[in-house]
Each structure stands twice: as structure tokens, then as C-alpha cells.
């Protein structure tokens, strides 16, 4: 499976705890929706997931990738501290200027 690159660094990011390279591969104004919040902006989402880190320390492992006219879907397992681990999430990106513009994860 080929992810794009973004998506790649965003999973090399997350599998290392790396908040700020995880948040570097967001656009300055993109938007996350996960767990019922939403945050903005690069700042806000190298927050978010130092915390999300901290308390499951969640890994990725990539089992489908997909992409239509508007949105990329990146279906993983994800693992960690959290009950029900491990669980099959997605991933619903809109990349644009190989950043992520915004995601929005569900289950």
C-alpha cells in the first residue's frame, strides 16, 4: 500500500510519539476532529496529541488507504493504553499542498 507522503510522516510520527513532527504535518489553520473536540491550527493539534500521547500512547498500523475528489481515507489499527485496544479506526483527511487540512478520525 502507498500512503502519501504526508500520511506516512503523520504514522512514522504517531508510531514515535513525535508531537511535533505529528503537527508538522498540518497546515497552520487545519482543523482535527477526535473525540468529540475540535482543534485549530498547528499549535492546538501539537497539543492535543502530546496529551493524547501521554495518556494511551496509541500506535498505528495501516491497513487500507483510499482516496475520491474530496477526501482520503486511511483505515489503521490502532493500539494502546485505552479500553478496547486494539481497534480498527479511520482516518478522514483533506490534504491540499501535500498538508494536512483537516482529519477527522471515527471508529
Not at 5 to 27: E, G
Not at 85 to 102: G, K
Amino acid at each position: 500500500m502507498t500512503l502519501p507522503k504526508v500520511v506516512d510522516d503523520l504514522v512514522a510520527a504517531q508510531n514515535t510519539f513525535d508531537s511535533v513532527a505529528y503537527a508538522n504535518c498540518f497546515s497552520e489553520t487545519a482543523v482535527v476532529s477526535d473525540e468529540g473536540k475540535t482543534h485549530k491550527g498547528r499549535k492546538e493539534i501539537e497539543h492535543w496529541i502530546a496529551d493524547a500521547n501521554e495518556r494511551y500512547k496509541a500506535v498505528m498500523k495501516p491497513v487500507s488507504f483510499e482516496k475520491n475528489e474530496t477526501e482520503s481515507l486511511l483505515k489503521a489499527e490502532v493500539s494502546g493504553t485505552f479500553p478496547g485496544s486494539p481497534i480498527l479506526m479511520t482516518f478522514h483527511f483533506e490534504i491540499a499542498d501535500e498538508l494536512i487540512q483537516s482529519l477527522k478520525t471515527t471508529v
